[in-house]
């Protein structure tokens, strides 16, 4: 587990992830101790929403000296009731969000809560070729997402039945990689082959560029292999 610190008005702040993703975390932080000026963050009720998560802080006391947890929904079990310390999954997709958006050059991304619905076809739930569409939110609370099949010749015909309100975490279980669009405008179209992206265009159908898996892929050996060759680099001789 990688812990990071900060100190907001005086106070420990303390942050916990399963990976290494200091820049998630350092944005998080100071974006925490920017709202301090004007808010109290370290209220019992306070709650921020950063992105398409949720945060929250929690007093705790370690070896007689206070100190605040940074918390977050639990996306995987029950992210209206239940808090984790764990802020992995909220670092991940932030970083995924953002790299899409990039890669997209989105000038103005359209937040989209985890608590926000998204309209799914059931049948595209456990399909291998499906998309995404974003329309005009009905609602508040509606991000305007549908999942859908791919090529599916009863678009326009499926019963009221066959579809069901989710809300957008419920894609951690099923599509993790979808989680990575949500902040795109609408008229977005995304297109999947199990949990890989091949497609994504804008409203008026222009492609957009994407990190592809083999972009991971390819990002992963180069760091690697920076990695291995900094290990085999011998240690200087100390100074006589």
């Not at 008005?9 to 942050?15: A, F, P, S, Y």
């Not at 091949?198 to 222009?206: E, Q, R, S, W, Y």
Request: glycine share 2%.
């Amino acid at each position: 587990m990688y812990i990071f610190e900060a100190e907001i008005n005086n106070k420990r702040v303390k942050l916990y992830s399963n990976y290494p993703l200091k820049n998630a975390a350092t944005a998080l932080l100071r974006t925490l101790k920017a709202i301090s000026e004007k808010t109290n963050i370290f209220s019992p009720t306070f709650a921020l929403n950063y992105g398409w998560a949720r945060f929250y802080l929690s007093k705790r006391t370690e070896k007689s000296s206070a100190c605040y947890v940074v918390q977050t929904a639990d996306y995987r079990n029950d992210p209206i009731n239940l808090r984790t310390d764990d802020c992995s999954d909220a670092l991940v997709v932030q970083n995924m969000q953002v790299d899409t958006n990039v890669r997209a050059n989105v000038k103005k991304p359209e937040p989209t809560l985890y608590s926000d619905t998204i309209l799914v076809l059931k049948e595209a739930i456990n399909a291998d070729d499906v998309y995404l569409n974003r329309a005009e939110p009905a609602k508040d609370g509606d991000s305007g997402w549908y999942f859908g099949l791919l090529n599916d010749e009863k678009e326009d015909q499926h019963e009221h039945d066959e579809l069901v309100a989710l809300k957008t975490s419920d894609l951690m279980k099923f599509r993790p990689e979808a989680l990575r669009v949500l902040q795109m405008p609408v008229g977005t179209v995304a297109v999947f082959h199990k949990n890989t992206m091949t497609a994504l265009v804008d409203k008026d159908n222009n492609q957009l560029d994407f990190t592809t898996e083999e972009d991971r892929k390819k990002y992963i050996e180069e760091k690697r292999a920076t990695q291995m060759n900094e290990n085999d680099t011998p240690a200087e001789k100390p100074e006589e």
